[in-house]
T-cell receptor
Framework: AQSVTQLGSHVSVSEGALVLLRCNYS??????LFWYVQYPNQGLQLLLK??????LVKGINGFEAEFKKSETSFHLTKPSAHMSDAAEYFC?????????????FGRGTSLIVHP | NAGVTQTPKFQVLKTGQSMTLQCAQD?????MYWYRQDPGMGLRLIYY???????DKGEVPNGYNVSRLNKREFSLRLESAAPSQTSVYFC???????????????FGPGTRLTVT
C-alpha cells in the first residue's frame, strides 16, 4: 500500500519569498514521485517527477524537489514566488500494478501569493 | 495534438438520471484513468484501464461503470445519479513517449457535474 501526506492545506507567502510545499510518502517498493499543479478551472499538469537517478529534480517554472529516501520526503521548493504561482499543488506516489502505474495523490496544498 | 479531451464540460442532473462522461486521448497511450476531485480530498481514483480491453476498480468505484471503447476512448457512466456524486471528474492517460517509458499522467480539463 502507498500513501501521501501533504502538510498544510494552505500555504501563504509573499511575492519574492521562498516557496516550500511539503510531501511525505509511504511505499513498500521504490516509488516514482510526482508534483502536479492545478490552476483554477483546469486539469492537472506535471511540474516535475523523480523516477531514478539524481535525487534533486528540476521542473518547470523554476520549481525543484529533492527525493530523500531516509526521510521518505519529496518536498517542492522555489527560491522566489511569483504571483502566477498561485495554484493548487498535488504530490503523488506511483507504483506498478499489472503493467499500469497507479498513482496515489495527496490532498493538495493551495499556494497563496501575496503582493 | 489535442491531448486528453473530455465532454461535456458542465452537466446538471436530477437524482436518478443517468449519463455518460466521454474521454479521448490522441497520444497513443495504453493506460487511462477516471478520477473525481472533491474539496479537501485530492483526487480519488474511480476506475482505470491498464490497456485496451481491460478495466479495474480504483478507490471509489461504487455507483459508476466504465467502458474502454478502443485505445483512444474511455467512458464513465453514472447509471442512477446521486447528490453524493456531485464532483469534478477528470480523465487522464499515461504511456510511452517517443518509445520511452513514461510514468506521468496527462489530464483532461474536467467535467463539472452537479446532481440535485
Amino acid at each position: 500500500a502507498q500513501s501521501v501526506t501533504q502538510l498544510g492545506s494552505h500555504v501563504s507567502v509573499s511575492e519574492g519569498a521562498l516557496v516550500l510545499l511539503r510531501c511525505n510518502y509511504s511505499s513498500s517498493v521504490p516509488p516514482y514521485l510526482f508534483w502536479y499543479v492545478q490552476y483554477p478551472n483546469q486539469g492537472l499538469q506535471l511540474l516535475l517527477k523523480y523516477t531514478t537517478g539524481a535525487t534533486l529534480v528540476k521542473g518547470i517554472n523554476g520549481f525543484e524537489a529533492e527525493f530523500k529516501k531516509s526521510e521518505t520526503s519529496f518536498h517542492l521548493t522555489k527560491p522566489s514566488a511569483h504571483m502566477s504561482d498561485a495554484a493548487e499543488y498535488f504530490c503523488a506516489v506511483s507504483t506498478t500494478s499489472g503493467g499500469s502505474y497507479i498513482p496515489t495523490f495527496g490532498r493538495g496544498t493551495s499556494l497563496i501569493v501575496h503582493p | 495534438n489535442a491531448g486528453v479531451t473530455q465532454t461535456p464540460k458542465f452537466q446538471v442532473l436530477k437524482t436518478g438520471q443517468s449519463m455518460t462522461l466521454q474521454c479521448a486521448q490522441d497520444m497513443n497511450h495504453n493506460s487511462m484513468y477516471w478520477y473525481r476531485q472533491d474539496p479537501g480530498m485530492g483526487l480519488r481514483l474511480i476506475y482505470y484501464s491498464a490497456s485496451e480491453g481491460t478495466t479495474d476498480k480504483g478507490e471509489v468505484p461504487n455507483g459508476y461503470n466504465v467502458s474502454r471503447l478502443n485505445k483512444r476512448e474511455f467512458s464513465l457512466r453514472l447509471e442512477s445519479a446521486a447528490p453524493s456524486q456531485t464532483s469534478v471528474y477528470f480523465c487522464a492517460s499515461s504511456g510511452p513517449i517517443q518509445g520511452y517509458r513514461s510514468y506521468e499522467q496527462y489530464f483532461g480539463p474536467g467535467t463539472r457535474l452537479t446532481v440535485t
